[in-house]
Nanobody, 115 residues
Framework: QVQLVESGGGLVQPGGSLRLSCAAS????????MGWYRQAPGKERELVAR???????NYADFVKDRFTISRDNAKNTVYLQMNSLKSDDTAVYYC?????????WGQGTQVTVSS
C-alpha cells in the first residue's frame, strides 16, 4: 500500500514563499497523475496543480505564474513551490495521486498566510 506524506507547510507572511513536499512510500512511477489539492475552512476541496507522468502540468487559474509543481522520480517525491503567497492561499494542502483506478491522498499540511 503506497502512502503519501506531505511536509513543508507553516506560517508565512503575504508575499512570501513555501515549498511543499509529498513523499511516496513506494515508487511514484506507479502514479499516472500526481498533484495538490487544497481546502480552506468552509470551502470545498479544490485542485491546485497536477503533473502527468509525461511531465505535462496543469494549474488552477488562481495560482498560475505563482506556483510550480514538479516531481523527482529518483526521490519518489512531488513538490509544490509556492511564491507570492496571499491570504486567500490559506488552507490545508493535500497531496494526491492516481494509480490505475485508485486515488491516494496524503494527510494534509496546513499553510497559513498572515502578517
Amino acid at each position: 500500500q503506497v502512502q503519501l506524506v506531505e511536509s513543508g507547510g507553516g506560517l508565512v507572511q503575504p508575499g512570501g514563499s513555501l515549498r511543499l513536499s509529498c513523499a511516496a512510500s513506494g515508487s511514484i512511477f506507479s502514479f499516472n497523475i500526481m498533484g495538490w489539492y487544497r481546502q480552506a475552512p468552509g470551502k470545498e476541496r479544490e485542485l491546485v496543480a497536477r503533473i502527468i507522468s509525461g511531465g505535462r502540468t496543469n494549474y488552477a487559474d488562481f495560482v498560475k505564474d505563482r506556483f510550480t509543481i514538479s516531481r523527482d522520480n529518483a526521490k519518489n517525491t512531488v513538490y509544490l513551490q509556492m511564491n507570492s503567497l496571499k491570504s486567500d492561499d490559506t488552507a490545508v494542502y493535500y497531496c494526491w495521486g492516481v494509480s490505475g483506478y485508485a486515488d491516494y491522498w496524503g494527510q494534509g499540511t496546513q499553510v497559513t498566510v498572515s502578517s
